[in-house]
């Protein structure tokens, strides 16, 4: 495949660019997506891709003929326009080796080949999510032990928002939202297989995890080990795998990676079997549940 460069909005070889090929399509190369807020808007098949470009970049349209390059409508390649005023588009990824070396990419960038309005074909990748109730299915299938790390100071989800809302106006709560849960570990546990977590929190507690406090001791009832870490606390020089995300570790082999919006609100998880990020969990696990406290001897 061969390019011709259309144009470009930043410094070379670190900007969105937009080429036009010889196969009647244009390739974009632009900032990948990975933010989970935007992903979880789009429907994306095996094979394609997401990036994310400025409006501008498609000015530049202007020179291989078109019209003009002035965007009328938001239609397929563009799938939505950001808070910031870009877009997000998506088509098959580029791998045609030819195209790629005409191009100049960051590891972080990537490149697309949309339809142009001379044809239609278009791209993307993302992350695959499972539910909250896909993840709790995990729990029928784990052998020994389950353990989650916590890292957030706020979290938000649908079965939460009624009790928590209830708790911050000095409301009672029946705890009934909880007994799914209860009846749950209350299984495993009595099976023999543990369920472990460290909460990796700030001092003083922000408001969520003064309420997730004041609930413990009913995950400790139905046999939940629950320690707890305050963040000026943690070993020095530690680092976090899965992204810094939240996860839990089901056998010391698989992980469900938590992807949260920028309020913390509960997306889903991402499986991950991969034997490295999986051995640095275990590590990491291993090193906090040393440290941490058990729940019985916490004192915020």
Not at 93 to 105: F, T, V
């Amino acid at each position: 495949m061969q390019l011709t460069f259309l144009g470009k909005n930043s410094t070379p070889g670190d900007s969105p660019t937009l080429y036009a090929s010889d196969q009647d399509t244009y390739v974009i190369q632009g900032w990948k997506v990975y933010a989970n807020d935007l992903l979880m808007q789009l429907s994306v098949p095996a094979g394609q891709t997401a990036i994310e470009v400025p409006t501008e970049l498609f000015e530049h349209l202007t020179k291989d003929g078109q019209s003009s390059g002035e965007i009328k409508k938001f239609t397929a390649p563009i799938m939505l326009v950001t808070e910031q005023g870009t877009c997000v588009l998506q088509g098959p990824e580029m791998h045609d080796a030819d195209a790629l070396s005409q191009m100049r990419m960051p590891d972080y960038k990537s490149a697309s080949r949309p339809p142009s309005p001379r044809s239609r074909p278009y791209w993307r990748k993302t992350v695959d999510l499972i539910t909250p109730a896909q993840r709790d299915e995990l729990f029928n299938s784990f052998q020994r032990d389950a353990f989650h790390l916590e890292l957030r100071d706020d979290y938000g989800s649908p079965i939460e928002d009624t009790p928590y809302a209830r708790w911050k106006r000095g409301e009672p709560d029946d705890y009934a939202w909880l007994d799914e849960w209860s009846a749950l570990m209350k299984r495993v546990t009595s099976e023999g297989k543990t369920v472990r977590r460290v909460r990796v929190v700030s001092q003083p507690h922000s408001q969520y995890v003064t309420w997730e406090h004041s609930l413990t001791h009913l995950n400790i009832e139905v046999g939940e080990d629950i320690r707890w870490l305050p963040r000026h606390m943690l070993p020095e020089g530690v680092t976090f795998p899965a992204e810094g995300n939240d996860w839990w570790l089901y056998d010391d082999r698989l992980l469900a990676v938590g992807h949260f919006d920028p309020e913390g609100r509960v997306l889903g998880s991402e499986i991950v079997e991969d034997p490295d990020t999986v051995a640095e969990c275990i590590r990491l696990r291993d090193l906090l549940w040393a440290v941490a406290i058990p729940h019985a001897e916490y004192r915020p």
